[in-house]
């Protein structure tokens, strides 16, 4: 036994590895554990890490500094590559409301903070820490952290004990608070969602319609011509012609009075596309798969790497091979097939044509889902270099006598934001499946929190039971304060419904359980917008909890 005594006791690799993998496996099975439905998840790891640290069992602190600012690193990065192709775009239309209201709420936060500091004396580094855990955010404490000993070459406990601390309240005040919202608001949960699943409606999803030819301007002229003439990009999938005969469309193909065209676009321009045809037409379904058996529909997988980036126009799909591509479907949604959308590895290609071109096309685009299974780690890795030397790049901001670095954790996420983004257009392979990229977000999250947790729990109780309790109430101000005063502007000045509310604070807090609580009331209603403002504020949180270590030296 004095084997497994060492192992226990001792200060090497094995040990290390040792503890970190049982808090990492204990966190796990209780993050399993719901009570009405909610549970604290992935933040017990954070808890057991305390709880085992309080019992006297340390680990190497140049292991356990390696592996916080590693797994940081890993989850921040995967986050980054998971919600950098929506970024941009959630400014568009509505988006920019959302997200200035989202803004509000992240400012909000972080004005109660310094003025529980102001006003109590509580060390604005611990504030930060219990402003992470009010609003269940694990990367600003993260950030806040890394700061902190980039800046003064030290560590604060606090920072990590006042998170631990406020955080299982940061996720009942926020429902607590929802429910405090509906009651006062007196709102009709049946009337809302109607109004939510109205709001929800995509406008770029492509859908499928029919049009007859009525306008005489059309008539003896081929599709191309006539995509000329409208402006929009459309795809006209099908024609019926006016003797009955149906053929899939080319570019070539003569449009006469009366013809049927079945039509894919996106649901924003179809009022606008309609006119150039005649009139809308109802037809069956079934009515357009009676086509000549010589021509089929298939789903084509992109999966070679001269592909990404390149545009449906660039390939000449069309025209070389007398193949439709009706829709795009990338991470599970339809997309309008526009000649000028820059494709990515993963993306669907639904086609029509004939079985034997569909093939010399799918030989092209790669279409294997072996090629997707294999692991793409260069752009991961070289990210992450990229993202370390932007992190250490020294940025003044006025009234801060330090520089703000963005460090591990906002230096990793703006480059994947970008490379997810923009990769596609230069080639750059950034595809990882939805499973592999939440493994290495999961791993990096639970090795960063089992890493905080062992390195904070010595004097964990002692702190607590010293003062620390009331860092419950500052949580708990922190989480409803700003519920409730951008759930007010968002009703009554902005006038979303209660649905888009839920959603958008859930996702101005990051916070999951909340948005899973949101869930089971309206669907998945709420987590469009909670998507539409999430990397906005990741983005603030991690930048902001720094500013205010920054403030704090």
């Not at 995967?78 to 409301?97: A, E, R, T």
């Not at 670095?405 to 994947?416: D, N, Y």
């Not at 499973?435 to 089992?450: D, H, P, Q, V, Y």
């Not at 860092?471 to 502007?489: H, S």
Request: aromatic share 8%.
């Amino acid at each position: 036994m004095e084997w497994f005594i060492n192992l226990l006791t001792g200060d090497g690799v094995a040990h290390s590895l040792l503890i970190l993998s049982f808090v990492v496996t204990a966190g796990t099975l209780l993050g399993r554990v719901k009570i009405k439905g909610v549970s604290l998840g992935i933040t017990w790891i954070l808890f057991v890490g305390i709880l085992i640290s309080a019992l006297g069992i340390s680990v190497n602190n140049s292991i356990l500094s390696f592996v916080k600012e590693f797994g940081l690193i890993l989850f921040i990065y995967n986050i980054g590559l998971q919600v950098g192709p929506g970024f941009f775009s959630s400014f568009k239309k509505g988006g920019v409301k959302l997200n200035l209201l989202a803004t509000g709420f992240v400012l909000l936060g972080c004005i109660i903070t310094y003025l529980i500091h102001l006003c109590t004396n509580t060390p604005l580094t611990t504030m930060v820490g219990v402003m992470s855990g009010a609003v269940t955010n694990t990367p600003g404490l993260g950030a806040a952290q890394q700061t902190l000993m980039e800046t003064t070459g030290m560590e604060d406990p606090t920072i990590a004990m006042g998170y631990a601390v406020a955080y299982p309240l940061g996720v009942l005040g926020m429902i607590l608070a929802f429910m405090l919202i509906k009651r006062v608001l007196k709102l009709d949960l049946v009337k809302e969602r109607a109004a939510a699943e109205a709001a929800a409606v995509p406008k770029d999803v492509a859908v499928r319609f029919a049009v007859e030819a009525d306008n005489p301007v059309i008539f003896g002229k081929r599709v191309d011509e006539i995509d000329a003439i409208v402006g929009k990009p459309y795809v006209v999938a099908r024609i019926c012609h006016s003797d009955g005969q149906m053929e899939i469309a080319s570019s070539s193909s003569i449009i006469q009075k009366d013809d049927k065209l079945l039509i894919v676009a996106a649901s924003s321009i179809v009022d606008a596309i309609v006119p150039f045809f005649g009139n809308k037409v109802d037809t069956s379904e079934d009515a357009w798969e009676n086509i000549d058996v010589m021509h089929v529909s298939r789903k084509v997988l992109i999966t070679k790497r001269a592909i990404n980036g390149r545009t449906i126009k660039d390939l000449h799909i069309r025209s070389s091979y007398g193949i439709n591509v009706t829709r795009i479907i990338r991470a599970d949604v339809d997309l309008a097939a526009k000649p000028d959308l820059p494709l990515q590895i993963g993306d669907k290609l639904l086609m029509v044509g004939s079985p034997e071109a569909i093939d010399k096309v799918a030989e092209i685009l790669g279409n294997s889902t072996e090629q997707l299974r294999e692991p793409n780690l260069m752009p991961i890795f070289f990210g992450i270099v990229l993202g370390v030397l932007l992190g250490s790049i020294p940025i003044m901001f006025p009234g801060i006598p330090q520089p703000v670095r963005l460090g591990l954790a906002g230096g990793p996420l703006i480059i994947a934001i970008l490379i997810s983004r923009f990769g596609p257009k230069y080639h750059i392979v950034t595809y990882t499946t939805v499973s592999a990229n939440k493994m290495m977000k999961e791993m990096g999250i639970a090795l960063f929190l089992a890493a905080v947790g062992l390195g904070a729990g010595n004097g964990f109780v002692d702190t607590v039971a010293s003062g620390g309790y009331k860092w419950i109430i500052y949580g708990f101000m922190i989480t409803v304060l700003p519920t409730i005063i951008i759930a007010f502007i968002a009703r009554k000045g902005c006038k979303l419904n209660y649905y888009q509310i839920v959603g958008l604070i859930s996702g101005s807090s990051t916070n999951p359980p909340a948005l899973a609580y949101s869930n089971s009331l309206g669907g998945s209603i709420p987590s469009v917008t909670y998507a539409t403002v999430y990397p906005l504020t990741m983005f603030l949180r991690i930048l902001l909890a720094q500013i205010l270590i920054l403030m704090a030296i």
